[in-house]
Every structure is written in C-alpha cells, then in structure tokens.
C-alpha cells in the first residue's frame, strides 16, 4: 500500500510537465469506446467490497451498484481495488472512471470531485475494549485511537474529541487488528464497518462495545471526476432506476438485511438526492 | 484517458502547504525521520561491527558464532523492509509480558517498532560493509601483527581497524543513504514521518501534487547532503591501498 503511495507521488511528479494545458473529450465517449468502466472499490471495507473467501472475487453493496451503472452504460465492468488515501487522487488522475469506496459525501471534497446521488448513509462511531473503561467520546481526551488513512474518520473524530492522539493505517482490518492488541483504546470508522467487524469477533464480541454517540452523519456516494456531466447523468439515471424498480431496496437487504451479519431491520435512506448538508 | 483534464486541475499553488497546521504537520514529519535516521544509525552501527567480526572471528573456537552471524544477515537481508516493520510492529511486541507490554502501548509504540526494524535491516547491511572493509586489508597485515605477539583484539585495534576505516566509511555512507529513504516505510505502521505526514496534508488540502513534491524535494535535500558528506570524506581521506 505504502508502495502505491510512492508510486502515485512519483508519477505525478513524472507526468506533471504532461499535465498541462491537455483537454480531452467526454469522459463518457471515452467510455463508451473502451467497452469498459473501472470502478476504484476498497476491496477491504465488508460489506461495501470485499474479497469473497470462496470465489476470492471483490463482492458487495457498492460493488453491486458499479455492476448496474455498467449494465446501464453497456459496458464490462472493471474493478480497481484502491486505498483509501488513494481514492480521489485516483480518481483525478484518471486511473479509475469511477469511486465505489465508502466513500464520504462532504463539502469539502465537493470542490475537488463530483458525487452520485446518496448510495448510503451512515455514521460514524469509536469502537471501544470494555476493560478500557471508556463509554464516552468525551473520556478519549489524550487518550490514542486507532484508524483508516485518509478517510474523513481523523478529522471527525479530531473535531469531536480535540486532544485526543490518532494513528492512522491504510486499511480497515489493520486498524482493527492494532486495537485488538490494545494499540490504541478505540477504533474509529463508519458505523456499518464497526458493525461487520463487530459481528465477525464472535464470542470475543463481549469484550468490546461501539459508544453510542455518533462523531458524525456520513452520506456515502459514488465519486466521479469533476464536470463529467454526462457521465453524472448516466449514474444517476442507473441509481434512480434502481431505486423505483425496488432493486436498491433489494440490495439494501443482501448485504445489511436482517438475515446479514449486520441485521438492519429498515432502510433509512432513499437513493433519490445528490445535496448534502455542509 | 490517462491525464486529467486542464480545466479541472486546480493551478499549482504551494501557499497553503507552507503555513499554519498543514507546515507544521509535515515540519513534525520531517524531525521524526530525521530523529529516525539518526538513532537508527547510532544503533545500528555497533550490532554491524559486532556481527562483522562474528562473521570473521576464527572458526576454531567460534564457529557457532559465525553462522549465527551468516543466518542474521541472510534472513535478515532477504526479507524486505516492509515485512520487517508489519512483523516488529503487529507481531513482536505481542511476545512480551503483560507490563512491559501495557506500558509500550502506552508510549510511542509505532516510532519504536519502526525504530528497531530499521536498526536491524540496516546493521545487516552494514555488517557486510565492514567486513568487506576488514578484509580488503591484507591477510600480511593480520599475520604480521600476530607475529609480533598481538592478540585478535590489539591487532585489530592497532593494526587492521585504522586501515580498514578507510575503505568502510563510503560504503557506509550510502547506507545512511537508504536508511534515510527506508524511513518513508515506517508509515505503514502509522509512524507518523514524513511520507505518513505528506498523505495526512494531502487527504486534507487536496493538493497532493504539491504535498508530495515538497515531500520529495525534502528526501532529496538531505540525500544529497548525505552523498556531499560521503564525498568530502573521500576526498580528505582516500582510501589507500595497504602495503603488502
């Protein structure tokens, strides 16, 4: 993952002379063209995409998603599994067409990207060891948690809990994994995340809780590069079939439905706008 | 399409890199690989002397010192860096007893890990370096000294280390080099150096052009300082040949 990083810096910093003064046609002709639309997903973050155990194929919500705005451009779909850091550079050099990566619907980013309508939302929240004691944010002053590079979830948590010590890894699982040692007293991440990981502990589950308060509200949207209107169109347009025809809803309950790890009883949300709240 | 689109590349703009948190933030980056560089350095320079002459000592007495010497620098050296630093960060610490472990945690556990990955990764290439050093001095030196009634240890402190000193420093010297570069893998255990703090300002400001490109020009600046040192001491010391 460090190497990506590496490789990323070295090639702008190589491409950069090229960078310059170069326009380009549609980026949905471009598309069109190729056959194909390159989707950068994480890969690691269940049950948005992950590796299935079974067909070590990427499988999951978003991935679901990608597959339908590919059927509705008519073209094969292709996944480029990405860190998280990496996503929206990526995505601005060109090297995905699109981002399916829990990715962050914010203000921010809006000025740098463009977002699909709201795919999913959800919040984000601390998952805590029990033995430490903690059971409000407010208690993680100087205290350090553990989570992903270059997602919104430093920031957030920065902002709630100003003092508090963060140290950041390039994927979900490692995070995780640094705070089962007890590397840190809390693990920070969307709220659908901490539940998957949550629920995949099993009976070492009653040694950890997720405090109740949420650090924020994060709307989840697919990223496109910015003023690629009519590739925005042709996504929206596949998100808001998916949503009258019922097949979000559907897909709502493959992945988070009660007869998932994660048991979510109702959707909350509709795939129906693309405004968020700054 | 492989390039991004002009109009949608924002202008080339350093100013908001160079002051306020994101300054700071990468400045913290900066001292910690600095920091890293040099006790890594300090460290490591005297486990490579000691494995260089475990490698060297004579095979009668020693010879279990000798491949305990050859399989640390092989194992070491034939494993990359980066599974070194996931292995003293994610698995070492978690042999230790319960206290030593609670209080580690508590400290600067990933400066630490990344510490001693980079301690030993080095000093097995260094320990190769200072024996090659050791034996570009002729066997006639050793014997010569052991003729007149030195022992290992005076005839390597009188006789064979001054000589030798000349032709290691180089080649030392440019692992300095790399460990100074070998400090960006520390971020994959959220050390927070340089790269870990270059990606931090990118995730936030956005300008990942000119994060990384300060972030390269400061990995290059101290690189070639490291080679003009390298330089200087060739230059004032030329490696002589001994006399035969």
New interface residues.
Partial sequence: MTLTVTRRALFVIATSAAMMGLAHADQLDDIRKKGELVVGVLGTDEPNSFVDPKTREIVGYEVDLAKAVAQKLGVKLKLKQLAVAARIPELQQGHVDLLAASLTHNKEREAVIDFSLTTFVTGQKVLVKKDSGITALNQLAGKKVVTVKGGTQEPNVRKAVPSVEVVTFDTGPQAFQALQQGKGVGFVNDEVSLLDQFAKLGPAAAQYEILPANLSVEPLALGLRKGETKLKAQVDGALRELEANGTAAQLFNKWYGPTTRLKFQTRSFKIDSDQVEG | ??????????ELDFTPLLHGQFLDWLAAGVRLSLTLTVLALVLALPLATGVALARLAPSAPFAPLRWLATFFIEAVRNVPL?AHMLFWY?AV??LLPDGL??RL?AGN??AAAALAALVVYTAAYMAEDIRSGLRSVPAGQWEASRALGLGFIAALRWVVLPQALRATVPPLISQTLNLWKNT??A????A?EL??QA??V???S?R??ET??L??ATYLGVSLLITALGALYQHRFPARPAAH
């Fill in positions: 399409m492989f390039f991004p689109d002009a109009d949608v590349m924002p980066l994610f610490p978690e472990k609670a945690y556990v990933e960006s893998i971020t994959v255990v959220g927070a790269m870990y990606q931090r990118e995730s936030a956005f990942g052009f990384f490109a972030a390269t």
